[in-house]
């Protein structure tokens, strides 16, 4: 088996499947603590607030967006950059229509996703400079935020590198740092990605519960 | 008590409280150091150590040991977080009880939507049951068990104050009557130390036309057991008020202009006690806006000092009353400047969540002031600053002072009482 | 030469002012060789032939001329002369040909040298001297001196521009470097994804240079006491010598990038977007000047990472905390530290 045969076919088939069966494990976990039914008598909607909860706190509220302004930048230019690539560049579309949805959908033009591209990782370097650069930050961040950086960084990266899509041996090392990046991704803090609605969400539902837009 | 037990204590009570929510918390924090920025304790010292995420580091050690998806096979693997020791703990204590007033503004800001400041409460409860807790708080807590008072006021000194507002405002008050509209409960701090709101309620309900009184057995509205974070002393506490409150059978309770004391009684209340109260809780502020919708407290002669609004964390961000105050001022004030960051973003007092009864807390809440000394700074002219809570009041008047402005501080029921529409 | 206190400390970037001089002598050298090797690019037949034409013979079409003549007539216009536009009715252009002769026969074939160089001469200099250590020690007492987002942009600059720069060498030195030490198959792989990382973060770095400029303009404007500076060689020769914010060799080293930099962006663009020249000539000209101008800035960075990491005591300190010590800060830039501080960055017993 050549080595991008075992990379897009039995890596992957582990790498998706510890991905989606961990996610699941852990996000079910999380709910299953379970939390005590609150009975004072209610000013709001809880479910409600669940949702607004999840949207609100995708925007920067009042003051505070010019005291974070470049943690906004940064953050909205990677993840919005990430998220165009992965489900708007044409090697990915085939990829996904190929393997797992069976069909596909408009793709960016090469330009296109040049410029997404370019704004996901000018976000992203941004990003982890200011985890080392800023002494709070310093302080807070551990092993594994920077692992996680850096896996996400080495795959988009490798990607990268193989666009143009003209060496085996490029593509194959951007699908070896996928199936790593997909493996590692229910154990650390890459899965945010799926918590944040849960815990944006809960703060919504406790506040707006309350008649309240935390 | 052994060190270690010490920290198994704590850290059992830590996963106990340690519910779906906290856990879809820890889970989804990134790191982003935004809440840092909304830190009063943090902008005004410059120190990362006082990072909210940071405070509640031990609490989401013990949960990634032992309680989170995963956390067994980390155990196997040796993956998993070091215990949390009593040295550790210890050491923590200040960040969680002086440098954090419960404020929420961290929650606010913070992208991912966590509620560090509802966590640190829940993280109080570990400290508490290990007995771990600040002096100035441990001592409220005992003058609470022996006169319902954290500052160890009686009946006796509430009713001398009764008596000196009821000659000064010439309305009775009455104390005990049974089946009343309203029954108040205020803090100590106003008790002693602004007992004109006494003789504002009884000016405002008069003209209301509402019956109201004050329980000789459960007067007190701060619950220390909150600020400490016990729930079964915050529940002994509250206890005495349902009950009399229930044996009167008043129809409402009405929480005063008081930080924490509101959510005490309105929303943690019927959960610590486990039932439905049968009367209706109300805050001052609430119940004063509807007046005045209603017509009954008609606004008079406007006060024309330059005038503007603290919003008190417990009452505005974490109370959801942010129209209520405003709608009264611009009624009863001609010159009513709101501050820069005002409403939902504004700034605690600083010594809200029971820093102000923490002695070791004084000169870290002192800098914390300096960010609402400003805001304060930002308004020209600035005559007086209407401050809703008697603990900000308090803090206000020391904080002032420290930083040698002169600024009347006043309280909102008193300024609604002196402008209310002659007869 | 064992120095005295005061003499031996070489400030912070005279070095890299004293490399940039050096890049620019070379840079020159390098311009005047290639117009010495471009007057003997005129081809002289084999010393053997024959010709064909003789004078006796038949007329030739073009009349007594020689073959020369008529080569010379098909590439129209002067060999000599590689900016002049192409005359009418041409078959032949030679400037590629001149063009890839400068490219392969000075650019590939000694621009790797450089930076190597470079780093051996720092590497002696680190030897024989060693870290220039903070005088009087550290205080324990820090002054703050960039800000979260001058880090941060100086750093993200900083990785692009790694980024760029290695990817850069790959691509230009995969014939000569890669091929005979790792072979054609590495040398192809290498050179794709150098390729595709080039083109990508080169854009980012023209962001990223207008960042930079914006926040490190300020303080970055030449005045007299850089010249007093610059006189006395940063303090090589004796004597301490004051500088502001940033010294002779930093401001020059902002410039440099500044001006190379933008040179970079444009000639970097052409490259990306050829479809937008109709005379090749520009995008040969871009590939020259990007070469030269790639080989000048990594020269200079490496200097200057130099300065920044193991050369200077402290330095670090500036972009890694954002806080310099305050012993360091009166000995390499007493007038900022006065300005900033409001104390005087004179000690007792210091030379001056």
Redesign the interface.
């Known amino acids: 088996m050549s080595f991008i045969e075992f990379v897009e076919g039995p890596l992957y088939y582990v790498a998706a499947t510890v991905f989606v069966l961990g996610a699941l494990w852990r996000l079910i976990g999380i709910i299953r603590i379970g939390r005590k039914k609150d009975i004072s008598p209610p000013k709001g909607s809880d479910a409600l607030g669940f949702v607004k909860g999840n949207l609100r706190h995708f925007f920067p509220r009042g003051i505070f967006a010019r005291r974070t302004w470049l943690h906004i930048v940064g953050g909205y230019g990677f993840h919005l950059g990430l998220f165009g690539l992965l489900l708007f560049a044409a090697p990915h579309v085939a990829f996904i229509s190929d393997r797992i949805t069976g069909f596909s959908w408009p793709t960016l033009p090469r330009w296109g996703f040049i410029i997404t591209a370019e704004v996901a990782f000018l976000g992203l370097i941004v990003l982890w400079v200011r985890r080392f650069s800023d002494p709070v930050m310093r302080l807070i961040s551990d092993w594994d935020d920077h692992l996680g950086t850096w896996l996400t960084f080495l795959a988009m990266l490798t990607g990268c590198f193989a666009m143009g899509e003209s060496s085996v041996f490029l593509r194959a090392t951007h699908m070896l740092l996928i199936d790593i990046w997909l493996i590692y991704f229910p154990f650390g803090r890459l899965m945010h990605a799926f918590t944040f609605f849960l815990s944006r969400g809960n703060t919504g539902a406790t506040y707006g519960r309350k008649g309240m837009n935390l | 008590m052994s060190d270690q037990s010490r920290a198994d204590i704590a850290v059992a009570k830590f996963l106990e409280h340690t519910d779906s929510e906290a856990a879809s918390f820890f889970e989804a924090c990134v790191h982003c150091g935004e809440c840092a920025d909304a830190c009063q304790f943090y902008l005004s010292t410059g120190d990362p150590k006082y990072t909210p995420t940071y405070k509640l580091q031990p609490m989401i050690r013990a949960y990634n040991r032992d309680k989170a998806p995963f956390s067994s096979l980390k155990k196997m693997l040796g993956l998993a977080p070091s215990k949390v020791t009593e040295e550790e703990l210890l050491e923590w204590e200040p960040l969680v009880y002086d440098s954090c007033n419960m404020c929420a503004r961290c929650t606010l800001v913070c992208p991912m939507g966590i509620d560090i400041a509802g966590t640190i409460r829940k993280m109080r409860e570990g400290y508490a049951a290990a007995g771990m807790v600040p002096e100035g708080l441990q001592s409220a807590a005992e003058y609470v068990k022996k006169t319902s008072s954290p500052m160890g006021v009686t009946i006796k000194a509430l009713k001398a104050q009764i008596a000196h507002q009821e000659k000064a405002c010439g309305i009775p008050i009455e104390v005990d009557k049974q089946g009343a509209d309203y029954m108040a409960i205020f803090s100590s701090m106003e008790i002693m130390g602004y007992p004109e709101v006494l003789g504002a309620y009884a000016k405002l309900f008069k003209k209301a036309g509402v019956s109201w009184t004050i329980s000789s057995v459960a007067y007190e509205a701060t619950n220390v057991g909150v600020q400490i974070g016990s729930a079964p002393l915050a529940k002994e506490i509250l206890q005495r008020v349902v009950d009399a409150a229930e044996a009167l059978e008043v129809k409402h309770v009405i929480s005063p202009e008081c930080g924490h004391a509101y959510g005490a009684i309105r929303w943690a209340g019927p959960n610590l006690m486990g039932r439905q109260f049968k009367f209706e809780v109300v805050h001052i502020i609430e119940l004063l806006d509807q007046l005045r919708r209603e017509g009954k407290i008609p606004a008079g002669k406007k006060d024309g000092r330059r005038m503007t609004l603290h919003d008190p964390c417990q009452i505005i961000r974490r109370g959801g009353l942010m129209k209520e105050p405003r709608s009264l001022l611009d009624d009863s004030c001609s010159d009513f400047i709101e501050m820069k960051g005002a409403g939902i973003t504004n700034f605690c007092c600083g010594g809200g969540g029971g820093v102000s009864a923490n002695p070791r807390a004084e000169e870290l809440k002192t800098a914390a002031f300096g960010l609402k000394v400003e805001q304060l700074n930002g308004v020209e002219n600035l005559e007086a600053v209407v401050v809703p809570c008697g603990n900000c009041r308090t803090v206000f008047e020391d904080g002032l002072d420290a930083y040698d402005m002169d600024l009347e501080v006043v309280g909102l029921s008193e300024l609604i009482a002196q402008t209310l529409a002659e007869e | 030469m064992k120095q005295q206190s005061g003499t031996g400390r070489l400030s912070n970037t005279t070095w890299t002012a004293r490399i940039a001089t050096i890049m620019l002598l070379c840079a020159l050298a390098l311009v005047f060789a290639t117009g010495e090797t471009y007057a003997n690019s005129h081809v002289r037949p084999p010393g053997d032939a024959v010709n064909v034409i003789a004078d006796d013979g038949a007329p030739n079409t073009l009349g007594d001329r020689s073959d020369a003549e008529i080569w010379d007539d098909f590439r129209g216009g002067n060999p000599r002369d590689i900016l002049a536009p192409q005359p009418e009715g041409t078959v032949m252009t030679t400037t590629g040909q001149q063009w890839r002769v400068i490219r392969e026969r000075f650019i590939v074939k000694y621009a790797g040298w450089f930076p190597a160089g470079v780093i051996g001469i720092l590497a002696l200099f680190f030897l024989v001297k060693g870290r220039m250590p903070i005088k009087g020690g550290r205080s324990g007492k820090t002054v703050p001196r960039f800000t979260?987002?001058h880090?941060?942009a100086h750093?993200?600059t900083a990785?692009?521009f790694m980024i760029l720069g290695l990817s850069g060498l790959i691509i230009l030195l995969g014939r000569p470097v890669i091929v005979p030490l790792f072979g054609r198959e590495v040398n192809?792989?290498l050179t794709?994804?150098?390729?595709?990382?080039h083109n990508?973060?080169g854009?980012?770095f023209i962001?990223c240079l207008i960042w930079m400029f914006v926040k490190f303009i300020r303080g970055n404007f030449f005045q007299l006491v850089d010249f007093k500076w610059i006189l006395k060689l940063g303090g090589l020769f004796g004597g301490h010598v004051s500088s502001s914010q940033f010294n002779f060799g930093e401001k020059s080293w902002f410039w440099l990038l500044m001006i190379v930099g933008a040179v970079m962006s444009v000639t970097g663009l052409a490259l990306e977007f050829p479809w937008f020249f109709e005379d090749l000539r520009w995008l040969q000209i871009s590939t020259i000047l990007h070469g030269v101008g790639a080989i000048a800035l990594i020269c200079v960075s490496i200097g200057h990472i130099y300065m920044g990491t193991i050369g200077v005591e402290g330095a670090i300190d500036s972009m890694?905390?954002?806080e310099v010590d305050e012993n360091w800060a009166k000995e390499h830039h007493d007038l900022w530290y006065e300005e900033v501080t409001g104390k005087s960055a004179k000690e007792a017993g210091e030379t001056t």
Do not use: D, E, H, K
């Open positions: 979260l987002i880090r941060i750093w993200t990785g692009v192809s792989v794709s994804a150098s390729l595709q990382g990508l973060f854009p980012l962001v890694l905390i954002g």
